[in-house]
């Protein structure tokens, strides 16, 4: 199964600063079809995940523009800008390029 | 507007089943996969499958293809997972989340096994 590996496992930042997470894979999410299925998720405490970005850089319906994502291959980031306190919680990273989907073991991001 | 209802909160006992629903509205539902998720408590996401269901053929990851039986009621836009001879590790939360990519998830079932 691919592994996904999440860096770092916790984040303390400051209101308004920025965060970055990185998700790097044990073999390559492109997909034979060449698109690239590797998403991003917040948890916020108590609640279900809720997608961020698919496909590597595509925001989902209703996300800000604070939150971008990018990469390629087996490495791939996470940026939050102007970080507010609705964005604390747990970020994940999940690839559905290859079967099983697998999912990074997550990053806290906390208040400074 | 989309929603995915589960059920609520179980206690169960180790040996026992249970079977966790997950009513979808607000789309069609056999346009979209539905995939099945655990997290046990103060831990990560962890996948344990989908099923088709335009054919209702299930597909389970390595961890769950022995006590696990995905399903459906078509008719009732609703999705199943059952877990048979439950054990102590299978104490979690599950979701169930709409679709290959999955953007939509339920709020989730707490499952408590304990003696």
Redesign the interface.
């Known amino acids: 199964d691919v592994v996904l590996t999440q860096t770092p496992v916790s984040l303390l930042i400051s209101l308004g600063g920025q965060a970055s997470i990185s998700c790097r894979s044990s073999q390559s999410l492109v997909h034979s079809n060449g698109n690239t299925y590797l998403h991003w998720y917040l948890q916020k405490p108590g609640q279900s995940p809720q997608l961020l970005i698919y496909q590597v850089s595509n925001r989902f319906s209703g996300i800000p523009d604070r939150f971008s994502g990018s990469g390629s291959g087996t490495d791939f980031t996470l940026k939050i800008s102007r970080v507010e306190p609705e964005d604390l919680g747990v970020y994940y990273c999940l690839q559905r390029t290859h079967n099983p989907y697998t999912f990074g073991a997550g990053t806290k991001l906390e208040l400074k | 507007q989309i929603q995915l209802v589960q059920s609520g909160p179980e206690l169960k006992k180790p040996g026992e089943s249970l079977k966790i629903s997950c009513k979808a509205s607000g789309y069609t539902f056999t346009d979209y996969a539905m995939?099945w998720?655990k997290q046990a408590p103060g831990k990560?996401?962890?996948?344990m499958?989908w099923i088709n269901t335009q054919t209702g053929k299930p597909?389970y990851?390595?961890d769950f293809k022995e006590r696990f039986v995905f399903s459906l009621e078509t008719s009732a836009s609703t999705a199943y997972l059952q877990i048979n001879n439950l054990k102590n590790e299978d104490t979690a939360t599950y979701?169930c989340?709409r679709g290959?990519?999955?953007?939509y998830?339920?709020?989730?079932t707490l499952v408590t096994v304990s003696s």
């Open positions: 995939q998720v990560g996401l962890q996948y499958g597909t990851a390595d979701f989340a290959t990519t999955p953007a998830w339920g709020q989730g």
